[in-house]
């Protein structure tokens, strides 16, 4: 128990001479032996869940494994509030005056499987009204208990029950103190249903007499005493007319690692004494009590109510040292007086008897424990189907049951039926293992025939499917749907009024009659019929392509059935082209004025009004031609570059390709193949400044034709400029470049300066005017320059650089000139700004030297600062800017320098980098 004093101060006091944190003893298990529990679970299986305890405490260690391991709506610990001088939303029991809370929180509700809480399926608030030192005043206690109740229907299970294990030594009286401030939140409290429970004190030994320390004199709470494992009064409690007393010595629970064994896992266990062990034993117990109460249907449960149960089933207790009896909580009497007996028989002797069935009749029971599983038997009244059907109400919704007819088939889906015969005696069982809660048994009597469908229609929906509909018969168990000369097509469940009928023959009429059925007979429809749309004819099949001369193709294939004709379709190379349209029945088609010895491809298509199907394509091959092609004519040569020349030539006839050969120094040489219908050919890797000669070979199967030899000079000159080149940053790090069509190129080098010298970081094509350069560091200036290259020689536009823009900060750099600003920037900010330093060390390629620095400490200076070396920097510089702003806001723009250098320029190699809330940093080389 947490003492007080009258004052108002209280602080964390209870019985030790039992505490050990080694061998543990007793177990909770045992204080559930001594109150019936143990039976009671077993039998009934209440947890607790759906409600929440309030715990007004020390706090509770909410990361302890056997509290569910944390602190919020997943957790089993779903809030709380610390009262204390903290005033914050994290009730954890601190040490070093903690551990109290924790304990009484795994006496409600731990999950641990050696030490079980009463209800371990509970939720937990901790509203914690000692400090570390385990301090408290009765205003943070009343501050707990107004918050109960704004908060009490705040989390996904209410709030049900208080727990104070709280009490002032200093009182022992069967009246409240004048100084009492609690009282009207405990009104507030018990008028809102809630169940609180309060440690009787620790002090009779004080005393010895009858009294009840503060607040567990008041009349709007339950007092709670304690008893040892044997079940009589502990030497410590103080106790008075009207307690309930439970196990509180030497209980063993939950507590904080950090008074444990301090190994860093959070599942330890000691044992402690005293009222406040006894208490929320207590509050755990009325949470089962509440629930058993709303499993059988009770509504507006208050204090009292469970109270008078506790009252009413316990056991009486002799103590001989106030020469009074006093109630020891026994709940196994408890639940049992709340869970109606059995009503009917649990196996077939004792089943009970509903008479001679032949109608409806409803039957409404109780399975009141987890095994409890009830038995009817009835005698069948006339010859039929009956059918069961039921479902069970739980304290947290209704689920399945399990329906059984004894010595036949069972369901689970909470309905049954089965056939029966006048006359017989039939037996059935309801259960649902693992639960327990309320049901009606319905069971329905049905031995006529079901009326019969009517307003059967029929439309067909398809080439192959056909859907019936008919109204609902009465007092039908299903349907099936016949097909004349077929016969039974499906079986459909009661209720059911439309059908589709598929895999039916296209264009063709169907009859059908709808069954509705029952366990007294069936009942039919008149035959109706229907009919099946018009379908798409299938696809020719069948088809073959022969060869008839070098000009045409002979195609066959089978007829389709049901088309109103054939479309015929060639494959250009590029698409489809339909060659020809043929009428219905239509099984062949010469495909004329083909290329000779070429592969072509066909498809047949069969159409009508529904819509076309097509065979898979098939190719054929024309024949070679008997004639060799004509001669190519209008040969035309152009010198393109140092190394190109492009050669034209008219078309021939006939050819199946073309050859292209060059006389040079090495005699005459094939260089080149054109496929049939080409009429250009660009000769590359020719020797510049030189004359060369090609002739043109047109060829098929029968012959070749060839071209006069032609001439034409290769320039000696390199290619033109490319230049200017464009650069456009696209990203913080994409550059696009882009620049004019030189003459004479062979392809083009793209090249960047890379600090040191420059990189090539493409080569592209003749012809090609554009380039984007990814992977770029942001907020850095880039230069490129570009080549137009042939055998000859390359031609580089001037290197032009451009900047990246900031990656996430939106500033833009640029390169200034060599002796002019190394670097400046303007910041946002409206509060003064202090520089705590800049360095500039300037370094040649072989060693560093010359550091020049310069400090400014807390001095406001303008929005835009700048450092310059009047004396130019050396070849290679390196310089870094650190500046620390006033204000946390993020700088908007940033300039390196302000004037373009000249190549090759300058390279930012530091990103702009935040190295705190208030500075920057850039690093950068120069080349001059």
Request: proline letters at 4%.
């Amino acid at each position: 128990m947490m003492t007080a004093q009258p004052a108002g101060d209280f602080f964390l006091d209870y019985i030790v001479e039992d505490q050990r944190y080694g061998e543990l003893s007793p177990f909770l298990t045992d204080a559930h032996s001594l109150t019936g529990l143990d039976d009671a679970r077993a039998a009934y299986g209440f947890t607790g869940a759906g409600q929440t305890v309030a715990v007004i405490d020390s706090g509770i260690a909410y990361d302890h494994d056997a509290l569910g391991g944390g602190l919020g709506v997943s957790y089993r610990v779903v809030g709380g509030w610390d009262f204390t001088g903290e005033n914050d939303a994290d009730p954890y029991d601190d040490a070093p005056g903690g551990a109290h809370g924790t304990h009484v929180a795994g006496i409600i509700g731990s999950d641990d499987s050696t030490n079980q809480g009463v209800a371990p399926g509970v939720d937990l608030v901790a509203l914690r009204v000692f400090d570390d030192t385990g301090a408290g005043y009765f205003s943070w206690v009343e501050n707990a208990l107004q918050w109960v109740h704004d908060n009490r229907n705040s989390f996904e299970n209410p709030i049900t029950t208080v727990n104070l294990s709280i009490g002032t030594p200093g009182w022992n009286s069967d009246s409240i103190p004048g100084w009492a401030m609690l009282e009207d939140e405990f009104a507030q409290l018990e008028a809102d249903g809630i169940f609180i429970a309060v440690a009787a004190g620790n002090s009779f030994t004080d005393y010895n007499t009858t009294g009840l320390s503060y607040p567990a004199v008041s009349p709007y709470v339950v007092a709670v005493a304690s008893v040892d494992d044997d079940g009589a009064m502990s030497y410590f409690s103080q106790r008075d007319v009207g307690v309930i007393a439970a196990p509180g010595r030497g209980i063993t629970s939950t507590i904080p690692d950090y008074v444990g064994d301090q190994n860093g896992l959070n599942d330890d266990f000691g044992s402690m004494s005293g009222t406040s062990m006894a208490t929320p034993y207590v509050a755990g117990s009325s949470v089962l009590l509440r629930e058993a109460l709303q499993l059988v249907g009770t509504a507006n449960i208050t204090q009292d109510m469970i109270y008078q149960i506790m009252v009413d089933t316990a056991d009486d207790i002799y103590d001989p040292a106030t020469t009074a009896t006093y109630k020891r909580l026994n709940m196994q009497a408890a639940l049992d007086s709340i869970v109606p007996a059995d009503e009917y028989g649990d196996d077939v002797l004792g089943a009970y008897n509903l008479g001679t069935l032949s109608g409806s009749q409803n039957i409404a029971g109780m399975l009141t424990t987890l095994s409890d599983a009830d038995y009817f038997t009835f005698t069948a009244g006339q010859t039929g189907t009956v059918t069961f059907s039921s479902s069970l109400t739980t304290v947290t919704g209704s689920v399945g049951v399990t329906l059984q007819h004894v010595g036949g088939a069972s369901s689970s889906s909470g309905s049954l039926s089965f056939a029966v015969v006048s006359g017989q005696t039939y037996s059935v069982a309801i259960s649902s293992p693992g639960e327990l809660g309320s049901y009606t048994l319905a069971a329905a009597f049905s031995t006529s025939p079901p009326t019969r469908p009517g307003s059967v229609t029929l439309s067909g929906t398809s080439s192959s499917e056909i859907t019936i509909t008919w109204s609902d018969s009465a007092g039908e168990d299903g349907y099936r749907v016949h097909v004349y000369g077929v016969g039974n097509l499906a079986t459909l469940a009661a209720g059911t009024t439309t059908y589709t009928a598929t895999g039916l023959n296209t264009n063709q009429a169907y009859w059908f009659s709808i069954e509705a059925y029952n366990g007294g007979g069936s009942s039919y429809s008149a035959w109706t019929s229907g009919a099946t749309l018009l379908g798409r004819p299938d696809a020719p099949g069948g088809v073959t392509v022969a060869t008839a001369s070098s000009s045409q193709l002979d195609l066959s294939w089978n007829d389709s059935g049901g088309e109103d004709g054939y479309r015929v379709y060639r494959w250009t190379g590029s698409g489809s082209q339909m060659v020809a349209a043929l009428s219905a029945n239509t099984t062949s088609y010469s495909a004329t004025g083909l290329d000779a010895a070429k592969t072509h491809w066909f498809t047949v298509g069969a159409y009508n009004g529904a819509g076309s199907n097509f065979s898979a394509w098939t190719s054929g091959t024309t024949s070679a031609n008997a004639d060799p092609p004509t001669m190519p004519t209008n040969v035309n040569l152009s010198a393109l570059s140092s190394s190109r020349i492009q050669i034209t030539w008219g078309d021939a006839a006939r050819e199946d390709g073309y050859r292209i050969y060059h006389w040079g120094s090495g005699g005459t040489q094939l260089i080149g193949t054109a496929v049939a219908g080409s009429t250009s050919f660009v000769a590359t890797n020719l020797q510049a400044g030189a004359n060369h000669w090609f002739t043109i070979e047109a060829h098929n199967s029968a012959g070749s034709a060839y071209t006069s030899w032609q001439s034409a000079s290769t320039p000696s000159v390199v290619p033109t400029s490319a230049g200017p080149l464009s650069l456009t940053p696209a990203s913080s790090s994409q550059i696009d470049l882009s620049w004019n069509d030189a003459d004479w190129e062979d392809g083009y080098w793209v090249y960047r300066w890379n600090g040191s010298g420059s990189e090539m970081v493409a080569s592209l094509a003749a012809g090609v005017t554009q380039y984007s350069a990814t992977g770029l560091n942001a907020e850095q200036t880039h230069w490129f320059t570009v080549g137009a290259y042939n055998s000859v020689g390359a031609t580089f536009t001037a290197w032009t650089g451009v900047a990246t823009p900031a990656a996430a900060m939106g500033m833009s750099l640029s390169a200034g000139p060599k002796t002019q600003t190394a670097v400046a920037w303007t910041a946002e900010v409206s509060a003064p700004r202090a520089v705590d330093s800049y360095a500039v060390p300037t370094a040649t390629p072989e060693s560093e030297s010359s550091l020049r620095r310069t400090d400014a400490v807390d001095t406001a200076m303008s929005s835009t600062e700048s450092l310059s070396d009047e004396n130019g920097l050396s070849e290679l510089s390196r310089s870094i800017a650190r500046h620390r702003l006033g204000s946390a806001q993020p700088l908007s723009e940033m300039v390196f320098g302000s004037e373009e250098l000249n190549w090759p320029g300058a390279e930012l190699i530091g990103a702009t980098s935040l190295l705190g809330p208030h500075s920057i940093e850039l690093q950068w080389i120069e080349k001059v």
